[in-house]
């Protein structure tokens, strides 16, 4: 890697969310060519299967992104970049932390044994899912509140998971509608937060598929807002409530108040919820915005049941960790399950989804287990998959890309995770992700 690659960044030279690239950049990790228009293109690079020449094609990555080498870089220079309660509101967890703590630190928990001699010349990370194929094993979780982070946040992940074919899942919480971001694309999920009022379910089930998606995803872990002290830290409230605090942060960070809120603004007037109910939401400045979260508390099995009777798409519940809730779901017709503590945004001190992934998976049959929280390596992707997950999700470096440079950084930091599972691969000596398992792991005891 060049000198210039390891050099500190600084954050203002990096592109704004949707800012134009460089024309004809073509990053040679990535497969993704860079337009002058800042949109994204299918480059003909490509790891399938992944050349073992020792010559390296000319390092393209635009010259802003090059020191953005890991996920954590995305979150180190958006630290720089966004006011103080916008990055704490995304990468903060509740209380004392520890639940988002214990997720990422779980994956320390385990060492790999490799093997060597073995032909990986012809190796692949696509998987299969829900029957489609997709080009890596993750793909990119729910994030609420996206278009307040980076300019149409919702379109820039949507757009950068079809260019490089992994699935994203739309927000409930998000700020463009479900039916735009469904029309930048077709192979999106949607991810509900629901009251126990059927009703209400209903018509929503049916706008969302009138819209198109194909994968409804039942958050079950947010009966109840988390404690989220650093929210009211850092002046971070929902509704939004403009205070001194509140107007120094965005005076003494213009990139973001100017080109995510006043250009949102300007273009696209005053952002709502567009995505809870079937109808509109209220503005996310209105204090009506709380009615969104009114009998979350009432949500129970028999509307699963109902949903699973009204949608004929694939239907997940998010936010499971008990291995006996996990079986109730699949009595209830769920095609899966995604073990999460929500980013440790939820119950503080909640067991990591790793450390309940082995027995979940031993007798998941059928049914999909796909894991998030505290996944920020191609290591920490292997190891969840030789567990027994079928696919995993991240949210917080995705959106931290977002915020740094639109759709090609998002491409650009899943590069990055998938040229690293693919390198990773080649040291465990396999060529598929099937033919890992958990023989090629040893368990080396709590990191945290």
């Known amino acids: 890697m060049p000198a210039l690659a390891r050099q500190e960044l600084d954050p203002d030279a990096l592109p704004a969310a949707g800012a134009a690239a460089p024309a004809s950049a073509v990053d040679p990790d990535t497969g993704i060519a860079l337009k002058a228009d800042g949109q994204t293109a299918q480059a003909t690079a490509s790891h399938e299967p992944l050349v073992t020449s020792l010559k390296r094609a000319p390092v393209t990555t635009p010259r802003a992104f090059r020191d953005l080498l890991a996920l954590d870089d995305f979150?180190?220079?958006?630290?720089?970049?966004?006011?103080?309660?916008?990055?704490?509101?995304?990468?903060?967890?509740?209380?004392?932390?520890t639940a988002m703590h214990r997720s990422r630190a779980a994956y320390a928990d385990y060492a790999f044994l490799t093997r060597t001699m073995v032909d990986t010349s012809a190796r692949s990370c696509t998987t299969e899912l829900?029957?489609?194929?997709?080009?890596?094993?993750?793909?990119?979780?729910?994030?609420?509140?996206?278009?307040?982070?980076?300019?149409?946040?919702?379109?820039?992940?949507?757009?950068?998971?079809?260019?490089?074919?992994?699935?994203?899942?739309?927000?409930?919480?998000?700020?463009?509608?479900?039916?735009?971001?469904?029309?930048?694309?077709?192979?999106?999920?949607?991810?509900?937060?629901?009251?126990?009022?059927?009703?209400?379910?209903?018509?929503?089930?049916?706008?969302?598929?009138r819209a198109g998606f194909e994968t409804f995803v039942v958050t079950a872990d947010t009966p109840t807002l988390g404690n989220r002290e650093h929210n009211t830290r850092s002046g971070f409230s929902m509704p939004i409530k403009v205070t001194p605090k509140v107007l120094w942060q965005s005076v003494t960070h213009p990139r973001w108040a100017l080109g995510?809120?006043?250009?949102?603004?300007?273009?696209?007037?005053?952002?709502?919820?567009?995505?809870?109910?079937?109808?509109?939401?209220?503005?996310?400045?209105?204090?009506?915005?709380?009615?969104?979260?009114?009998?979350?508390?009432?949500?129970?099995w028999a509307n699963l049941e109902a949903i699973r009777r009204r949608w004929k798409g694939n239907l997940l519940v998010k936010g499971l960790l008990n291995p006996a809730d996990v079986e109730i779901a699949r009595a209830c017709g769920a095609d899966g399950v995604i073990l999460s503590t929500h980013g440790g945004r939820q119950l503080d001190y909640a067991v990591a989804p790793l450390d309940?992934?082995?027995?979940?998976?031993?007798?998941?049959?059928?049914?999909?287990?796909?894991?998030?929280?505290?996944?920020?390596?191609?290591?920490?992707?292997?190891?969840?998959?030789?567990?027994?997950?079928?696919?995993?999700?991240?949210?917080?470096?995705?959106?931290?890309?977002?915020?740094?440079?639109?759709?090609?950084?998002?491409?650009?930091?899943?590069?990055?995770?998938?040229?690293?599972?693919?390198?990773?691969?080649?040291?465990?000596?396999?060529?598929?992700?099937?033919?890992?398992?958990p023989e090629i792991l040893r368990k080396v005891g709590r990191s945290d």
Request: aromatic share 8%.
């Open 75 to 97: 979150e180190r220079h958006a630290k720089r970049r966004l006011p103080p309660m916008i990055f704490q509101y995304v990468s903060g967890g509740v209380e004392t932390g």
């Open 130 to 209: 829900f029957g489609k194929t997709y080009a890596a094993p993750f793909g990119i979780g729910p994030l609420g509140g996206s278009a307040f982070i980076a300019y149409r946040g919702d379109l820039v992940l949507a757009e950068a998971a079809g260019a490089q074919n992994i699935p994203m899942v739309l927000s409930a919480s998000s700020l463009i509608r479900l039916e735009d971001v469904h029309a930048q694309n077709r192979a999106a999920w949607y991810q509900a937060y629901l009251p126990g009022d059927q009703n209400r379910i209903d018509r929503l089930v049916d706008r969302v598929a």
């Open 260 to 300: 995510v809120v006043a250009q949102t603004f300007i273009k696209h007037g005053v952002p709502h919820f567009e995505n809870m109910e079937a109808e509109r939401g209220p503005p996310m400045m209105s204090q009506n915005a709380v009615r969104n979260t009114i009998a979350r508390d009432k949500l129970c």
């Open 356 to 437: 309940v992934l082995p027995e979940i998976a031993a007798a998941k049959g059928s049914m999909k287990v796909i894991v998030d929280s505290g996944i920020r390596r191609g290591t920490d992707v292997l190891k969840a998959l030789a567990l027994g997950a079928d696919f995993v999700l991240l949210g917080r470096p995705f959106m931290f890309a977002a915020a740094l440079g639109g759709a090609p950084c998002v491409s650009h930091a899943i590069g990055i995770l998938k040229e690293e599972i693919l390198r990773d691969m080649a040291f465990l000596g396999a060529n598929r992700l099937d033919e890992l398992g």
